[in-house]
């Protein structure tokens, strides 16, 4: 079956714009996560949504970062007021359950001009 | 701090080879510890996961040892092949489980025929 996918797949934008990433999970999987790749450094951990459980928002590094989930489909990470060092790559992944393996979507390449 | 350390340098070795790579922690203590292989362009795939009170864990060519005195792991893909060139990421859970995820920067694995 399909795996998880994310768009767009690149993001050129101006200092100051507000951008949204989008992500689909694998269907049926009930838990989803962001993570931010940095160049040259190892994903830090965003965002969790577990079904209608409340998110653990603990990763997010500031209030200009949020995310929402509809249900246990789509979600979509935006980020307001884009700083030059939100630049890194957007990774989504979803899991069957809570504490099981995540499966990774290809990322989006946020560059902030 | 707290963080994870694996060889920023890449590591190149000769077909038919054993490669080894190397995580380091410091300041957690994980219930597991998660090895991930991820190619250029893409998210990180899931390999194998080790229990702390597992010392060694196995699945075909890949081999990972858990030294939770030594706060590392080990992990070994024997007789390498070119297609196995790619970055490989150690990555845990410091509240415990494997939902938020801390990911190492990764090591760079290329074998060359």
């Known amino acids: 079956g399909a795996g998880v996918s994310q768009s767009p797949s690149n993001k050129v934008t101006e200092k100051g714009k507000d951008v949204e990433l989008r992500c689909d999970p694998i269907?049926?999987?009930?838990?989803l996560y962001w993570y931010r790749q940095r160049l040259g450094q190892g994903l830090e951990f965003l965002i969790y949504?577990?079904?209608?459980?409340?998110?653990?928002k603990s990763g997010l590094p500031s209030d200009r970062f949020s995310a929402e989930r509809t249900g246990e489909s789509v979600s979509t990470l935006t980020i307001q007021r884009t700083q030059q060092e939100d630049s890194a790559v957007y990774l989504c992944?979803?899991?069957?359950?809570?504490?099981?393996?995540?499966?990774f979507g290809p990322g989006t390449r946020l560059l902030v001009l | 701090s707290q963080k994870i350390e694996q060889n920023s340098e890449a590591l190149n070795i000769q077909e038919g080879k054993t490669a080894t790579l190397t995580c380091n922690y410091t300041?957690?203590?994980?219930?597991?510890l998660q090895w991930y292989r991820q190619d250029p362009g893409r998210g990180p795939v899931f390999l194998l996961l080790?229990?702390?009170?597992?010392k060694e864990k196995r699945k075909e060519r890949l081999k990972v040892t858990f030294d939770t005195t030594l706060k590392q792991s080990l992990f070994h893909i024997t007789a390498s092949q070119p297609a196995d060139s790619a970055t490989y990421l150690c990555?845990?859970?410091?509240?415990?489980?494997?939902?938020?995820?801390?990911f190492g920067a990764g090591t760079r694995l290329a074998v060359h025929p």
């Open positions: 300041n957690y203590s994980p219930a597991y």
């Open positions: 269907s049926g999987h009930t838990a």
């Open positions: 949504f577990q079904g209608n459980s409340a998110p653990d």
């Open positions: 080790i229990r702390e009170n597992e």
């Open positions: 990555a845990l859970d410091p509240s415990g489980g494997y939902n938020k995820l801390i």
């Open positions: 992944a979803s899991s069957l359950r809570s504490q099981e393996t995540q499966y």
